[in-house]
């Protein structure tokens, strides 16, 4: 894995920081620390970091905002850390854009695999994805088919960049609705079926289709299957 970055540290406990601090740096990371949201932003305008580790609970501010703020100029995937583990706490938070979080207190092992897991998986989501005549454009969430701005919805455009991601391999309805939603899906929600048909509407005339899996899910993949 690239080390050569950094990554950012937000947090307002100095034995917090210091536990996260020792770890990473044994793993061989490059680090840089804030106690405050305004050191966050004055370390960010200088250099964008691999990942940021944020706690939401910040002197000078709710990590809420600024990562709603962040969001705005910046994909950087960003771990969530939290002492309020409520289901409604960790949804605004994964909807404002956080990528993954982990209430405290917490095992420092599994912090590790945590953090080790969104440097992964954003080693491969460059800023811009393309397949063909398609284009997604992350930051700004939209997407083109031949440069003609599909027009999704944040639900449709945060479905179809799963697809993106996994083209030809079939991605099971709950796993999309974890991704998507944010939680566990409820018996007999259709939010994803809906989804799914809206985004294969939109993607007439691109060669490429979503494709039911029976027992397994939906499938992105090039043309479309005959029954």
Known sequence: MNKQGYLLLVEDDRKVQANNKKLLERRGYNLKHAFSLGEARAIISDETPQAIILDLQLPDGNGINFLHELRKTSNVPVLILTAIGTNKDILKGL??????YLSKPYDLEVFLTRVEALLRRSAIIPNTLRIGPLRLEIASGKAYLNDEDMVLTQKEFALFQQFVQYPGKALSVEFLYEKVWGQNIVEEDSSVKNAVYR?????????YTINSERGEGYCFEKGMKLY
């Open 95 to 100: 909807k404002a854009g956080g990528d993954d």
């Open 199 to 207: 985004l294969r509407k939109k993607l007439s005339g691109s060669g």
